[in-house]
């Protein structure tokens, strides 16, 4: 039976909203995949999307270690009970990148 939150349409739409302005090819494949990651894939009883969710996982952080050292993508991006520690200059880095949208 199709899950309806794993639905291609649906990943479509996920990735659809995430922001693509100013941002490099890299960045935008790091909030899609932020996006369309299935985050309590630990808590699925489906073998399958359990081993979904840990390939994205790890090539989630293979992207966040490139793209995102001071987890601020991934702390907009991820539901509350993923986020992690607020980086010393987040507020900095947020204000930097107001800028550059200016």
């Known amino acids: 039976m ?4 794993e639905s291609p349409a649906r ?4 990735a659809s909203m995430a922001p693509t302005l100013a941002y ?3 960045e935008r494949e790091y909030i ?12 699925r009883y489906d073998e399958v999307i359990y081993q979904e ?5 790890k090539a989630i952080i293979s992207l966040q270690q490139k ?5 601020v993508l991934w702390n907009y991006y991820a539901p509350f ?22």
């Open 53 to 57: 969710g840990r390939a994205s996982h």
């Open 81 to 102: 009970a993923h986020r992690k520690a607020k980086a010393k200059n987040e507020d900095e880095i947020i204000a930097r990148r107001i800028r550059e949208l200016m």
């Open 67 to 71: 793209q995102d050292p001071d987890f």
């Open 11 to 14: 990943k479509a739409f996920v």
């Open 2 to 5: 199709l899950n309806p939150y």
């Open 32 to 43: 899609r995949a932020l996006c369309r990651h299935i985050w309590d894939y630990q808590f």
């Open 24 to 26: 490099d090819e890299a």
